[in-house]
């Protein structure tokens, strides 16, 4: 056959089997003789190789083929790629937005006075009531456990080692476990399956957004804990800086000494340096030390609200400024304090603004099970706009069981940190 072709090739001799010249078109009457063969002997090897495949593979086969030779041609494969990623992120934002209550997510508050015990429990089987019956088998992928004696025994052993919240208030503790026990086995990776899941997800993202001086662009996820919403805030802020500053190769942080070891396991992890900046006698950090600190290759700035070694809340005002002033974003680690801070200057004691009030400010980390009086393990990572927080989302296309979409560390995330939306 490639004998056949390199004669075809080097002679004047015309094949007429695919343009016969009593029938071709204008377009193929003003080719060359030459242009004429090679077009015919390309078409022909195409044919050859087509039915080769289509004999030894099928038409599936064929079929696939095809593809992988399409795919081969310069810039549709990142075409396709780009295409494909573009709607998984835009699933993925379909399912971040989606809620039974949409009217309910962006304007509901810490209410004044809270809601009875028994009205939160006729609520509760209201939700089960529109929930997927897990024993039914339709939510293969996402619950395993059934209604039997081990699953039974498992849901006592789980909640005999559960820590009591509150002694305080009468029924907390016993309506926390009736909310464990309601949704222990049930999974967030699919809100669309689980919506109440994302019910408690979005109303306590609104809930502390708006606790933290936040407006209605405020959004965020719930985490495993204060450890995953550092690392999330890490991660999202490499990505965004890889995305808009590609010429930043070796990317850095600035942070008191003071800072949690969290962000130190994610600058380890996610290869961001970790720049320290001395502390005072006050045991906030030196300022002109922090500005110094800052160089062309710093992608982030720190603060503590407040600082696990002393209690001290570092200067947030202060180190907004120097945020501004160079662009550059500042994550407050309020883990500790972002459920205690708001309260204790609702009580009239002098707090220092930490939160969304200082304009450079965005984004928090707060933990719902400290002063939340959440469960464990349970945290939130707030961001001023969805413009940040698009860079903490993963995305995968090429998995051949489809796309695949996570909005932090975990995939499987467990119904069992609801009890804290209460």
Not at 192 to 207: G, K, N, S
Request: proline share 6%; glycine share 8%.
């Amino acid at each position: 056959f490639y004998i056949l072709m390199w004669k075809l090739a080097n002679s004047r001799v015309h094949l007429h089997v695919f343009f016969p010249r009593e029938s071709s078109c204008a377009c193929f009457r003003s080719f060359s003789p030459r242009k004429m063969v090679v077009g015919e002997i390309l078409i022909a090897y195409v044919v050859i190789v087509s039915i080769k495949i289509l004999l030894s593979d099928g038409l599936g086969g064929l079929a696939k083929s095809i593809v992988r030779r399409f795919r081969d041609l310069p810039g549709i494969d990142s075409l396709i790629g780009f295409v494909i990623k573009r709607e998984a992120q835009s699933f993925l934002r379909q399912i971040e937005s989606s809620s039974p209550h949409p009217k309910t997510e962006t304007s509901i508050k810490i209410p004044e006075k809270g809601v009875s015990n028994d009205a939160l429990l006729d609520q509760l089987k209201s939700f089960k009531a529109n929930q997927l019956d897990l024993s039914e088998g339709q939510v293969f992928a996402y619950v395993y456990t059934i209604g039997t004696s081990h699953y039974k025994a498992m849901e006592d052993a789980y909640l005999e080692y559960t820590d009591e919240t509150s002694d305080d208030m009468p029924g907390h503790d016993s309506l926390c476990r009736e909310y464990l026990r309601a949704f222990m086995h049930e999974n967030a990776l699919n809100p669309i399956v689980f919506p109440a899941l994302r019910r408690f997800e979005t109303e306590t993202v609104a809930m502390a957004a708006d606790m933290l001086h936040g407006d209605g662009n405020v959004v965020g996820s719930l985490t495993s804990g204060g450890t995953e919403s550092i690392l999330m805030a890490i991660k999202t802020y490499r990505d965004r800086a890889r995305d808009l500053f590609p010429h930043i190769k070796s990317p850095e942080m600035v942070a008191p000494i003071t800072i949690h070891p969290a962000f130190e396991k994610a600058a380890h992890y996610f290869d961001v340096k970790m720049i320290h900046v001395p502390l005072d006698s006050d045991f906030k950090p030196n300022m002109e030390k922090y500005r110094q600190a800052i160089t062309p290759q710093t992608i982030l700035l720190l603060g503590s609200a407040p600082q696990y070694c002393h209690g001290v809340v570092d200067p947030i005002e202060a180190i907004g400024k120097l945020a501004e002033e160079r662009g550059i974003p500042f994550h407050v680690d309020a883990c500790f304090g972002g459920f205690m801070l708001p309260w204790v200057e609702k009580l009239g004691y002098p707090v220092p603004k930490f939160d969304f009030r200082v304009p450079a400010v965005s984004s928090i980390s707060a933990d719902v099970h400290k002063y939340g009086y959440g469960l464990k393990g349970a945290s939130l990572v707030l961001y001023r706009t969805a413009d940040i927080r698009k860079y903490q989302l993963f995305t995968y296309s090429e998995w051949p069981g489809g796309l695949f979409g996570s909005p932090g560390m975990t995939g499987t995330r467990p119904g069992n940190r609801t009890p804290f939306w209460k």
